[in-house]
């Protein structure tokens, strides 16, 4: 599975973005998607994850509320849409990809390149 991820930029604080990762490969449908995020100086964490149906989803306590995670099937592409933007949510976000739900959050096999996001205060 072969994944790029696109949309990032500068937008100040309270403004939102919309996030895209592309996906390839001849399961990418099936596959659990998921969203991790780099902020300066700090370790990878864990931001939202999706269910190959896009039925299930999960967020990290820090975006729930304000962040979205879709899949369009389709298109082959998941979405991360960011609302309500703070400062602290200055990071590389990066996509990820497993067959499995659950080791998607943790230790996914697939990774697309980062994309950075800088919010403004």
């Known amino acids: 599975v072969q994944l790029q991820a696109s949309g990032g930029g500068l937008v100040q604080a309270g403004g939102s973005l919309r996030l895209s990762c592309a996906a390839s490969?001849?399961?990418?449908?099936?596959?659990?998607m998921g969203w991790f995020r780099q902020p300066p100086g700090k370790e990878r964490e864990f931001v939202a994850r999706?269910?190959?149906?896009?039925?299930?989803?999960n967020y990290a306590d820090s975006v729930k509320g304000r962040f979205t995670i879709s899949r369009d099937n389709a298109k082959n592409t998941v979405y991360l849409q960011m609302n309500s933007l703070e400062p602290e949510d200055t990071a590389v976000y990066f996509c990820?990809?497993?067959?499995?739900?659950?080791?998607?959050?943790?230790?996914?096999?697939?990774w697309g390149q980062g994309t950075l996001v800088t919010v403004s205060s």
């Open positions: 999706i269910g190959g149906s896009g039925v299930s989803t």
């Open positions: 990820a990809a497993d067959s499995s739900f659950t080791m998607v959050r943790t230790t996914p096999n697939y």
């Open positions: 490969g001849r399961t990418s449908n099936s596959y659990a």
